[in-house]
């Protein structure tokens, strides 16, 4: 399989605890996003990476939201003290130089 | 800013009819790139096409056709002949082609193709 591999596909939590995200992007590809998308809306860019430098964040990514891509390979994507307006699917996306972004099947979050 | 409008919200067909999709989008920029993404029911947006700024000609790739006009700032989409597999929701998109990468997705239309 050579798409963008996000796990876990569904995750549910209570409130205020913490949860981490995986990406895998396609492996050639060294530009990785993160989007959010609540229910009958469009996504909304979260955050950006080229390699491993995080080279831009939205007003969307509050401090509670953390992103990492440590070897310019995978990413996490960790929310901290987990609110019901977090409850969103979470998609991550790749793409190389100015091609298009291509997207995996997304994380699906569910903050009781 | 940037802005893409999305008016048709759900728009419902009979299969092999003719559907348009429309989308309005708002730039300052003068380089730019528009997209159309797809995303079935599984979730998984898929890419359908990207158009920058500078290529106003029209494509057509089988059944699906789109039409990029800058003086109405409109890039819509047309399916010819639809089919109940066409049945999705639909977003336009925008990216400013100075520096920034991220993408500014409209609200999408729901597409129904009834059988």
């Known amino acids: 399989d050579t798409g963008v591999s996000q796990n876990p596909r569904h995750k549910i939590t209570k409130r205020g605890q913490n949860v981490t995200f995986r990406c895998d992007p396609i492996s050639e590809h060294n530009r990785l996003y993160w989007y959010r998308q609540t229910l009958g809306q469009g996504p909304e860019f979260l955050t950006y990476?080229?390699?491993?430098?995080?080279?831009?964040k939205s007003r969307l990514l509050s401090d509670r939201f953390s992103a990492e891509r440590p070897k310019g390979s995978f990413s996490t994507l960790e929310i901290q003290r987990t609110e019901q307006g977090d409850s969103a699917m979470y998609l991550c996306?790749?793409?190389?130089?100015?091609?298009?972004?291509?997207f995996g099947q997304g994380t699906r979050l569910t903050v009781v | 800013a940037q802005k893409v409008t999305q008016a048709q919200t759900e728009i419902s067909v009979v299969e092999k009819e003719d559907v348009t999709l429309d989308c309005v989008y708002e730039?300052?920029?003068?380089?730019?790139?528009l997209f159309w993404y797809k995303q079935p029911p599984s979730g998984e947006l898929v890419f359908l096409i990207r158009r920058n700024s500078f290529d106003e000609q029209n494509e057509i790739s089988g059944r699906y056709s789109w039409n990029f006009q800058k003086s109405t700032s409109s890039f819509n989409f047309t399916i010819t002949a639809s089919q109940v597999v066409d049945s999705a929701v639909y977003f336009c998109?925008?990216?400013?082609?100075?520096?920034?990468?991220?993408?500014?997705f409209g609200k999408g239309t729901k597409l129904s193709v009834i059988p």
């Open positions: 998109a925008l990216r400013s082609g100075a520096g920034s990468y991220q993408l500014t």
């Open positions: 730039t300052r920029d003068t380089t730019y790139y």
């Open positions: 990476f080229q390699n491993e430098a995080q080279l831009e």
């Open positions: 996306a790749s793409g190389y130089m100015n091609t298009e972004a291509f």
